[in-house]
T-cell receptor, first 114, second 116 residues
Framework: SQKIEQNSEALNIQEGKTATLTCNYT??????LQWYRQDPGRGPVFLLL?????KEKRKERLKVTFDTTLKQSLFHITASQPADSATYLC?????????????FGQGTTLQVKP | EAGVAQSPRYKIIEKRQSVAFWCNPI?????LYWYQQILGQGPKLLIQ????????DSQLPKDRFSAERLKGVDSTLKIQPAKLEDSAVYLC??????????????FGPGTRLLVL
């Protein structure tokens, strides 16, 4: 069956360290994968997109990798800050890449302690 | 630029009652999505409209859920009758064109529904 999984346990790290979140999927061949941030009581906010032919994408302190052989994406936040505390969702394209039909993981909650 | 607007923000109803949610997407956005997010889970797509046509409603429980997007702008999602398992946050999102090729989806704040 098709699945997309993120670590359901919360990730607690110290300020200044690098946070690494994992997204694994099975029985999909996504054209792209996206990462979103969700704060309590709010809707998800888009962070980064990585396509199947890209290995790595960076934006400021954020870095995403995409390994289509391992069927895995890693999301890194370097020099983490308490303001980075939130739930992070990965989402992949469940269609042909042309429909915008996203399947989301369950999210991983990150807590950055000062 | 105004974001996606949703109302109400919170709703509490008894099971078997009906409820409706409203969404106003970002101006000019062609595609509108309704998602259901149960506590501890990621959003699940219920229905996707492009302009006023349905693109995908494969995960919409059509025996109790309905949605419309008249005139290709605002949308309403209705549940009738509600069940306990419908308790969730209902998120509306929009994208500028079809949403394909990884186009960014912009989410509203959601409507939190509690069914007692």
């Amino acid at each position: 069956s098709q699945k997309i999984e993120q670590n359901s346990e919360a990730l607690n790290i110290q300020e200044g360290k690098t946070a690494t979140l994992t997204c694994n999927y099975t029985n999909y061949s996504p054209a792209y994968l996206q990462w979103y941030r969700q704060d309590p009581g709010r809707g998800p906010v888009f962070l980064l997109l990585i396509r199947e032919n890209e290995k790595e994408k960076r934006k400021e302190r954020l870095k995403v990798t995409f390994d289509t052989t391992l069927k895995q994406s890693l999301f890194h936040i370097t020099a983490s800050q308490p303001a980075d505390s939130a739930t992070y969702l990965c989402a992949l394209d469940a269609g042909s890449g042309n429909t915008g039909k996203l399947i989301f993981g369950q999210g991983t909650t990150l807590q950055v302690k000062p | 630029e105004a974001g996606v607007a949703q109302s109400p923000r919170y709703k509490i109803i008894e099971k078997r009652q009906s409820v409706a949610f409203w969404c106003n997407p970002i101006s000019g956005h062609a595609t509108l999505y309704w998602y259901q997010q149960i506590l501890g889970q990621g959003p699940k797509l219920l229905i996707q409209f492009q302009n006023n046509g349905v693109v995908d409603d494969s995960q919409l429980p059509k025996d109790r859920f309905s949605a419309e997007r008249l005139k290709g702008v605002d949308s309403t999602l209705k549940i009738q009758p509600a069940k306990l398992e419908d308790s969730a946050v209902y998120l509306c999102a929009s994208s500028f064109t079809s949403g394909g090729a990884g186009e960014t989806q912009y989410f509203g704040p959601g409507t939190r529904l509690l069914v007692l």
